[in-house]
């Protein structure tokens, strides 16, 4: 008989191990109120916003666009399009900007943040919570899409600091 046992590997995603077979399970929650969506984007940390804009506008093609400041959140953006999804470059806006806390340990930047849309974001804050996935404001803020957002503690999510983004799905 293969022993087999439940391996809880981030945001409520589990992994069914046999001794020689992976495979992938939904875990079974009672009928969630809020769904699991696509990737937004992937969030880049860079300390020259105006290189980075250049390197995927000029050198590979793609469409960007114009900066947009976002005090609330300490940061310029940019997003570049792709077919599936979007590149958001991130530049510290302030002093205390969590960019720039970013960049004092990278100092040429890198993956910052992966960012997921939600249906109901109030609704899955609530939910993960009470699967013990720390949520970093109590309450969504307005993002660069003007859509309530909320980060979850990369801690609780195997080291990946994810954003939530309310979309309609």
């Not at 002093?95 to 100092?107: R, T």
Request: proline share 5%.
């Amino acid at each position: 008989m293969k022993k087999e046992h439940m391996k809880r590997i981030g945001c409520g995603i589990h992994r069914l191990i046999h001794s020689t077979t992976v495979t992938w399970t939904q875990p079974s929650f009672p009928s969630a109120v809020w769904k699991l969506g696509s990737l937004n984007h992937v969030a880049i940390a860079t300390p020259d916003l105006k290189k980075s804009t250049a390197l995927y506008r000029d050198v590979l093609g793609a469409e960007v666009s114009d900066i947009q400041a976002l005090p609330d959140h300490g940061v310029y953006t940019v997003f570049v399009k792709l077919d599936n999804a979007k590149l958001e470059l991130l530049h510290p806006l302030g002093e205390n900007s969590p960019i720039q806390n970013f960049l004092n340990k990278n100092k040429t930047g890198g993956i910052h943040h992966i960012c997921i849309e939600v249906n109901d974001i109030k609704a899955a804050m609530k939910d993960l919570k009470e699967q013990n996935i720390r949520c970093l404001s109590n309450e969504p803020k307005i993002g660069a899409h003007g859509k309530p957002v909320v980060f979850l503690h990369p801690k609780d999510c195997d080291g990946v600091l994810v954003e939530l983004e309310e979309t309609k799905l």
